[in-house]
């Protein structure tokens, strides 16, 4: 298998995990902590690449401590989640690029960690996307009418009975998880770009959040492959390709629901006409 030919399955497989997951992140507003968390572990991934270890693998170690930060700074008096994720995305950020800054010699590009490589993935990143994505559609098949509940209406499941906080953690949990399994293929920046805009795009498409489980994997891999196709096609770089991509699709969208929101059979009326009408 040639190196394309690999981008392509990973651009379908990634794409298609990112979307999944990023239509939860979406319905349950946890955009912006997927933000923080793509920017934040780029220092494990600097690190990672420093020890010649796996990218992927600083990156989850960085992810679960990063929960950890994030959730123990949102339970602080005063302070909430934005609060936290904006530490995070900041703090995170700067201490990867400081990191970088100390450590000469990478093996790995900078520009590799920040916008990733997608032509170069190895089979490892490709599985490691799989696995991510067959989790993600099996958490969702178990516990997705909790899910559902819990976002739509969640003063009626803590007044079931419910806890919300596993199911929080759980998507949480997801997110970190797609945002490592993404970063090989668009980088610790571009990642929230594969993640949103293919779940933002569903949204404005379908009515109903069965279809939009449907509608963001599709669109998520459409982007991936349409951003690699073009890296190709025009010598560009992948990463920002497909990020591109799953933006242009969010605005088609956005156009499409525009355009269907406008009246079928307005009638032009003349200005002379009306006011007559408003005399009388």
């Known amino acids: 298998m040639g190196y394309f030919e690999r981008a392509l399955i990973a651009a379908i497989i990634i794409g298609a995990g990112a979307g999944l997951v990023g239509s939860l992140v979406v319905v349950r507003r946890r955009t912006f902590f997927a933000q923080a968390l793509t920017h934040g572990t780029y220092p494990g991934a600097v690190a990672a690449a420093a020890l010649g270890v796996s990218v992927p693998a600083g990156a989850a170690v960085a992810s679960v401590l990063l929960v950890a930060v994030m959730a123990g700074i949102a339970r602080v008096r005063r302070q909430g989640a934005q609060v936290a994720a904006g530490i995070v995305l900041t703090g995170g950020f700067a201490a990867g690029a400081l990191l970088q800054a100390l450590i000469p010699g990478l093996p790995v590009r900078a520009e590799s960690l920040l916008m990733g490589s997608i032509l170069t993935v190895s089979d490892g990143d490709i599985l490691l996307a799989a696995c991510v994505g067959i989790v993600a559609v099996l958490c969702i098949s178990l516990f997705g009418k909790e899910i559902a509940f819990s976002t739509f209406d969640p003063h009626g499941f803590r007044a079931a009975g419910y806890r919300e906080w596993p199911i929080e953690l759980l998507v949480l949990g997801l997110t970190a998880a797609s ?23 569903a949204r404005l498409m379908v009515r109903s959040f069965r279809g939009l489980l449907f509608a963001a994997p599709v669109i998520g891999a459409a982007a991936g492959v349409l951003g690699v196709i073009s890296s190709r096609m025009f010598e560009i770089a992948a990463g920002p390709a497909i990020a591109l991509a799953a933006t242009a699709f969010f605005l088609l969208a956005l156009g499409i629901s525009k355009l269907r929101a406008l009246p079928l059979n307005r009638v032009s009326i003349p200005v002379e006409t009306a006011e007559d009408a408003r005399i009388a």
Do not use: E, N, W
């Open 179 to 201: 945002v490592v399994s993404s970063l090989p293929a668009v980088g610790a920046i571009l990642a929230i770009a594969l993640i949103a805009a293919p779940a933002a795009a």
